[in-house]
């Protein structure tokens, strides 16, 4: 029983992992460019949302859409504004870039906020289900389904719409999208604001379960390339599955080895995967499918 | 003379799609062969199979009657091959005389004690490495591209300078993918003297892939013709010029 | 169309050699004109040259995106600290060890090059491994003290007790010079060579029988030799070795001197350690200016002079262009 409860738990982390491992995914998909600074879009997220409910007062529903809003806005002026200018310079210099945009939120933030950690009023506030013996939290209810909704939106977006097919064509030949008329500049940019916009929705639903403070978006990074790299680099799917898997194995960790080890089995999976079995846990199952 | 390079029944598949299909080709001392056909013919494949940059499904590759396929690329290379890319392969950072200097690396016998202390020994084998690298660009007559940055030259200056590069170190065997692009005609003439000259005086083999078919018919001894994949003649130029199968595949092409 | 001759050439490279001891022998007078506090920071400059010199050989030489600098950074400085304060060696005893203790980290951050990990994964295991390292500098209290970390008092070298920053100068300098020096000269060599010819096109470095993976996993190694002798420098100048100076605060400034003085440039690491090192003073009274300033600065300088500073002199004076061969 304790074994289930915490893969419940697990999950649950587990669901905000595959989230922003997702997000993390379409960015890198869609312009081959891997966002180092994408923990702190994340972080950004949940303080747009922690100012506008606490010093503002507007309520959490209305916060949360104007947070995501805002975020999909800053991410694709950051690709069309910083990115997108820096095509001629040596290779490294997108990583950095990233990075350094990073920084500068995290700093921001710091600046705006100081030193301390802050608390967010709870938003979901209402007594957890009981499934059997196991007990399933309102929080954890509400991120199974915000998340569980938004990956069926995202998916059937992306998989069963002319649009979506325009995007995986896109991420496909960059070239050959170019020479049917595709604005491969403005779907970059537009792809930037989505995963900055979806990263902003982990971001908001960990935000009233979570202390803040600004350098929150580091951790969110690391567990997003641990997710990500679990389920195969660069594999939608395999994103979403690695954040679950990783969310669960660290509530396993934590529960019959040590609460130390909850931060660093993020650290430990990647450098296993990557040393032992590079294409992630399904990666042979997706070189069959082709 | 046993040949120097044998391929016998090779395989390439790319996802499930018949990259080459049972190839057998040998490469011997002194000898120019040309490799020839539309593009898509798999000429290429043949050379990144042959150099270890893509892995055969099927058949050997024999580099003086022992096995190489299955060798990683600097492997390969230590063995005596030399290449040359079709896009380009050269450092663009650094200068045609940095260039031939990376050709010669594996020559230049300096312990890495020794380069960190700056001993005598390990500062002769490098200038002495210098001295080779500015007689070969000069033998080629790009003496004056030594301190040039890579990507400030034009493309037929790229060539050169990678053709210099790859007859660096004295491969026994050289692989040429297009060389002749870009190339003004009086340095085409000359390339194909150069080509002519490795071969002759220093008993190199030479695979060549060439579009340029006038480079082809005063460059190769025999001329090897795919299409689809496979080989489907090879020859003299004299009876290549002639053979019905090719014929077939370049007008069929055309 | 017409190139420098080999004799411009090699005129520009003995006023290069003539740059590259000056500097040092004009450093020695720099204690007659110090009061202690700016002789502290320059002896903390000359520690942030060594931290950039190693962190370039693989963000710039290399080319390859890496995150375990402050980590490495971190294992010298606690090597030599946990040497000399538990173990009660003297500092110059515990130089080596904290070079060879930060080789072996970036022999381990990178090793998974070898199977075939490049770029962005590569820089993925080097953020995770860095991370591991700092996790253990804070759980392994028995010999890292923990979150309070540990105190380095005496410094002893070779019988000089390093009591004031213009004895700390002195070792320093001879110490950096020394490492510059044999950088410079692994630089101008087939290896430095094969590292940079790895970042142009590894495919074409291959091509000609250098084994790239294990070129890649020196370049790390050395780079944490470097850094780690950098870090074992840096205990002994702030005397105390706790785990927030290797986070993520300090590893913006290490990509910031790296950018700044210029990607791949010898030269440049030396100068962007010179211009950024008393910066960090500044900002400490402001929360956040201090992430806001050098997140802002890498992206001025990506968009305006990606190359560094170094680039911008090598175009004023050709002779400091780094070069990957000598000729004497």
Not at chain 2, 224 to 253: Q, S
Request: glycine share 12%.
């Amino acid at each position: 029983m304790f074994f289930l409860q915490l893969a419940l738990s697990g999950l649950a982390q587990g669901a905000i992992y595959a989230l922003v491992a997702l997000s993390m995914c379409v960015v890198y998909r869609a312009t081959t460019v891997v966002n180092f600074g994408h923990g702190d879009l994340v972080m950004a997220g949940a303080f747009v949302v922690y100012l506008l409910v606490v010093l503002a007062g507007l309520p959490f529903p209305a916060s949360a859409i104007a947070a995501v809003a805002l975020l999909f806005i800053l991410g694709a002026l950051i690709e069309i504004g910083l990115i997108e200018r820096i095509k001629a310079g040596p290779h490294i210099g997108f990583a950095l870039m990233c990075i350094a945009v990073g920084y500068l939120l995290r700093g921001a933030a710091r600046a705006v906020w100081g030193r301390e950690v802050l608390p967010m009023p709870r938003v979901f506030d209402f007594p957890p289900v009981m499934l059997g013996e196991l007990v399933v939290t309102a929080d954890a209810l509400v991120i199974f389904s915000a998340v569980g909704v938004l990956l069926m939106l995202f998916f059937g977006l992306f998989y069963r719409t002319s649009a979506g097919r325009i995007m995986q064509a896109v991420c496909q030949s960059e070239r050959g999208a170019a020479l049917v008329g595709i604005n491969v500049r403005a779907f970059h940019g537009v792809m930037w604001g989505v995963g900055a916009a979806m990263g902003a929705i982990g971001g908001v639903l960990v935000a009233p379960l979570t202390l803040l403070h600004p350098g929150l978006g580091a951790g969110f990074l690391i567990k997003g390339f641990a997710a990500m790299t679990l389920g195969g680099f660069g594999s939608l799917g395999g994103a979403v599955a690695g954040g679950l898997l990783l969310g669960v194995a660290e509530q396993w960790v934590g529960g019959y080895v040590s609460t130390k080890l909850i931060d660093i089995t993020a650290y430990l999976v990647i450098i296993l995967v990557l040393a032992l079995r590079p294409s992630g846990l399904f990666g042979q199952a997706v070189a069959e499918r082709v | 003379m046993a040949a120097l390079l044998q391929l016998a029944g090779v395989n390439v598949q790319f996802a499930g799609l018949q990259a080459l299909s049972n190839v057998d080709l040998s490469a011997r001392g002194g000898e120019i062969k040309a490799l020839i056909g539309p593009n898509g013919a798999g000429k290429t494949t043949l050379f990144n199979a042959i150099s270890g940059y893509v892995p055969i499904a099927a058949g050997s590759i024999s580099l003086n009657g022992s096995a190489i396929h299955g060798l990683a690329p600097h492997a390969i290379a230590a063995r005596g091959v030399r290449r040359t890319f079709q896009n380009g392969g050269l450092f663009p950072e650094l200068t045609g005389l940095e260039n031939v200097l990376a050709g010669l690396h594996a020559r230049i016998d300096a312990s890495f004690a020794g380069i960190l202390f700056g001993t005598r020994a390990s500062r002769a084998a490098e200038r002495d490495a210098v001295a080779r690298a500015r007689r070969l660009l000069d033998g080629l007559g790009v003496s004056h591209l030594a301190d040039v940055q890579v990507n400030t030259m034009s493309g037929g200056q790229q060539r050169t300078i990678e053709i210099v590069r790859a007859v660096a170190a004295e491969p026994p065997l050289l692989l040429l993918d297009e060389p002749a692009v870009g190339l003004a005609p009086p340095v085409r003439a000359q390339l194909v003297e150069l080509i002519r000259r490795l071969a002759g005086e220093t008993g190199i083999a030479v695979l060549l892939i060439e579009h340029a078919i006038d480079l082809v018919m005063a460059a190769a001894d025999v001329i090897a013709v795919f299409n689809g994949g496979a080989k489907i003649a090879e020859g003299p130029p004299a009876a290549i010029r002639t053979d019905p199968a090719v014929l077939e595949a370049y007008l069929g092409h055309a | 169309m017409n190139g420098q001759t080999p004799q411009h050439a090699l005129a520009h490279r003995a006023l290069g050699t003539r740059v590259f001891y000056a500097a040092p022998l004009l450093a020695l007078v720099i204690p007659l004109f110090a009061n202690p506090y700016t002789q502290f920071i320059v002896n903390l400059t000359l520690v942030y040259v060594l931290v950039t010199v190693g962190f370039n050989l693989v963000l710039g030489n290399l080319g390859q995106l890496a995150f375990a600098n402050t980590a490495l950074f971190g294992i010298g400085a606690y090597t030599a600290a946990i040497l000399m304060a538990h173990a009660g060696w003297p500092f110059w005893a515990a130089i080596p060890p904290a070079g060879a203790a930060g080789a072996a980290a970036g022999f381990l951050a990178s090793v998974t090059a070898l199977r075939g990990i490049r770029n962005y994964y590569l820089a993925i295991v080097t953020l995770a491994f860095g991370e591991l390292l700092r996790w253990s500098y804070i759980h392994g209290e028995a010999l890292s003290g923990g979150t309070d970390g540990l105190t380095v008092r005496h410094a002893d070298f070779f019988g000089i007790a390093l009591e004031s920053e213009t004895a700390r100068f002195y070792v320093f300098l001879l110490i950096v010079t020394v490492i510059v020096k044999a950088v410079s000269n692994l630089m101008r060599s087939k290896i430095g060579r094969a590292i940079v010819a790895i970042r142009d096109n590894e495919l074409a470095t291959a091509s000609l029988a250098i084994p790239t993976g294990r070129y890649i996993v020196l370049a790390f190694t050395l780079s944490g030799f470097v850094v780690g002798i950098a870090g074992s420098l840096f205990a002994v100048l702030i005397g105390q070795v706790i785990p927030e100076s290797f986070g993520l605060i300090e590893l913006i400034l290490h990509f910031a001197m790296v950018l700044v003085g210029g990607l791949g440039s010898l030269f440049g690491s030396v100068l962007g350690a010179l211009a950024l090192t008393a910066l960090p003073e500044f900002f400490r009274p402001f929360p956040g200016l201090y992430e806001m300033f050098f997140g802002g600065l890498l992206i001025v300088f990506l968009l305006i002079q990606p190359r560094g500073l170094s680039a911008l002199c090598a175009k004023r004076w050709p002779a400091l262009r780094d070069r990957y061969y000598r000729e004497r």
